[in-house]
Nanobody, 125 residues
Framework: QVTLVESGGGSVQAGGSLRLSCVAS????????LGWFRQRTPHNEREGIL????????IYADAVKGRFTISRDRGDPTLYLQMNNLKPEDTAMYYC??????????????????WGQGTQVTVSS
């Protein structure tokens, strides 16, 4: 059973930084796609922003290019999302997700079997 637990969310002013963490337990090997999604309100779609697999990171959302970085150290069960130069439009609930295999070229929530509970990020202007 795979479980994902996010942490690191909070409130920050525009231009600030946050680092989100996602501790993954139950992964049997390194052959998983691990990703970050965000959802601005319960009525919005959950948006895929970054993912990483054995081949490296993938950027899904142009809006975060140059500002957000996904990382995972080999042998470390923790997935990170470093967010710099945060903007008010980055305000959202951020979710960690995992699925066996390699990441797809386009994000789709249906492709991820396991999800964390989310951590809220609020950016004020």
């Amino acid at each position: 059973q795979v479980t994902l637990v996010e942490s690191g969310g909070g409130s920050v002013q525009a231009g600030g930084s946050l680092r989100l963490s996602c501790v993954a337990s139950g992964l049997t090997d390194d052959l998983y796609c691990l990703g970050w999604f965000r959802q601005r309100t319960p009525h919005n779609e959950r948006e895929g922003i970054l993912a990483i697999d054995k081949d490296g990171p993938r950027i899904y959302a142009d809006a975060v290019k140059g500002r957000f970085t996904i990382s995972r150290d080999r042998g470390d069960p923790t997935l990170y999302l470093q967010m710099n130069n945060l903007k008010p439009e980055d305000t959202a609930m951020y979710y960690c997700a995992a699925d066996p295999g390699f990441c797809y070229s386009r994000p789709d929530i249906a492709d991820f079997r396991y999800w964390g509970q989310g951590t809220q990020v609020t950016v004020s202007s």
